[in-house]
């Protein structure tokens, strides 16, 4: 195995940030019926500032490109942002909106139903010449509800293109909302972009199937490079020699969904930027995804490295995966111990 850096690998990303609050309710109501959450909680949400927090988790260096509204909810999301070591320096404020707001509703089976809007994230206009400063940035992540808007999809277009000249790669995120009301553009992206993930709910969308192993089939044959399929409680399913390869998942008593599947994409992310072999970014990203599911919220509650290395030192996988989980520690291992040497 390759020894680490402790260096920290510099990626943009480009999607949308919000406030969310959640509400956990002992059931769903019926129409016209009061409905009173048990607690309420904030957090700092969106596609985008959860990706880029969960890659700061991961010792990554995040420099997120966004929306908000000049407003307090504003102010709280950037200041979360901050604290959490999430570069904002791209992050523009717009008056023409407030900040993206949405309420999750969180029943006992761990579901979570989203109502708001995304206000503020539709307002990107990031000039051309900044859209193309990546600094330093050897990768970028783009979240697929960035191709909704004209603004954010010519910005999603003009890092590509930066990102892809200086010789690095370019991942998209593809999102439920854009699988239904644009997918023919998400496919066209999908063949100028390097790695695709997808949730099964976003691939069906896509391809009109709900076969995972024909889903990823229609997907390649479209013209995506590298596919990423999230199935839930049973994994991923990924290509190893042109060949679909389903990666198991971990057994997690789950609370609340919300962020399971931005946790997964911050997991796979940061091994591909620290050039781990696809089925080790996978068991992460799996791992990843599973933990964020025991916590309310995402967002600062996404988990990062520590989580995850204690999830993979307490629990095993079957037969052949066990080994995978095994090399996954024991780089997990390695980058800790590196990182306490430094401090020294």
Not at 89 to 106: D, K, P, Q, S
Not at 108 to 119: I, L, Q
Not at 121 to 127: M, S
Not at 271 to 279: D, H, M, N, S, V
Request: glycine share 10%.
């Amino acid at each position: 195995m390759r020894r680490e850096s402790i260096r920290q690998p510099r990626i943009i990303v480009l999607g949308d940030i919000s406030v969310d609050i959640m509400g956990r309710v002992k059931a769903w109501p019926e129409p016209g019926e009061d409905c009173l959450a048990q607690k309420l909680e904030i957090r700092c949400g969106g596609v985008g500032a959860n990706c880029a927090l969960g890659l700061t988790r991961w010792g990554a260096a995040a420099q997120l490109v966004g929306c908000v509204g000049q407003d307090i909810f504003s102010d709280y999301v950037l200041k979360v942002l901050e604290e959490n070591k999430v570069d904002v320096r791209c992050v523009e404020r717009t008056g023409a909106a407030m900040t993206g707001m949405f309420y999750i509703n969180v029943t006992p089976d761990g579901e979570r139903t989203f109502f708001g809007g995304r206000g503020a994230n539709a307002e990107l206009r990031l000039p051309p010449h900044k859209a193309g400063r990546t600094m330093g940035a050897v990768a970028a992540h783009l979240a697929g509800h960035s191709f909704l808007d004209r603004g954010s999809a010519q910005v999603a277009r003009h890092l590509s293109k930066a990102i892809h000249a200086r010789g690095g790669w370019v991942s998209l995120d593809v999102g439920m909302e854009p699988s239904k009301s644009i997918p023919q553009k998400i496919l066209q992206m999908a063949r100028r972009v390097d790695i695709l993930l997808v949730s099964l709910d976003e691939a069906a969308a896509l391809t009109g199937t709900r076969d995972p192993f024909r889903a990823l089939a229609s997907l390649r044959k479209a013209g995506a490079r590298e596919v990423v399929l999230k199935v839930g409680r049973r994994g991923c399913l990924i290509s190893e020699s042109g060949r679909p390869l389903l990666v198991p998942s971990f057994v997690v008593r789950a609370v609340d969904s919300t962020g399971a599947g931005d946790a997964f994409v911050a997991a796979f992310v940061q091994a591909r930027l620290r050039g781990w072999p696809t089925i080790e970014g996978a068991i992460a990203a799996n791992a990843a995804g599973a933990l964020a599911t025991t916590v309310v919220g995402a967002g600062q509650n996404l988990p990062g490295q520590r989580e995850v290395t204690a999830l993979l030192s307490a629990q095993r996988l079957k037969g052949k995966w066990d080994e995978v989980r095994k090399r996954v520690l024991a780089r997990l291992q390695q980058s800790r111990s590196l990182r306490r040497r430094s401090s020294q």
